[in-house]
């Protein structure tokens, strides 16, 4: 049995200031979880949010509900 590796990926809207995540949504289907990581620390801590979280975090940011 093989594991499928988590493909990390940055937004399109990210203006590479530093101040980025990087997701790997590739596993919210295969393993029920939404790896969220530092862009810039890549081999620190990673939040393993459930797809369901993860899409009402990307609501509320696309609402504008969650800005500082």
């Given at each position: 049995?093989?594991?499928e590796p988590p493909?990390w990926f940055t937004?399109?809207?990210?203006?590479?200031?530093?101040?980025?995540?990087?997701?790997?949504?590739?596993?919210?289907?295969?393993?029920?979880?939404?790896?969220?990581?530092?862009?810039?620390?890549?081999?620190?801590?990673?939040?393993?949010?459930?797809?369901?979280?993860?899409?009402?975090?990307?609501g509320g940011v696309?609402?504008?509900?969650?800005?500082?």
């Amino acid at each position: 049995m093989t594991t499928e590796p988590p493909r990390w990926f940055t937004s399109s809207y990210s203006n590479n200031g530093g101040a980025c995540v990087e997701v790997a949504a590739n596993l919210a289907a295969t393993h029920g979880i939404v790896p969220v990581r530092d862009s810039k620390n890549p081999h620190g801590p990673t939040l393993a949010l459930a797809p369901d979280a993860w899409a009402a975090f990307v609501g509320g940011v696309q609402q504008g509900a969650l800005t500082p």
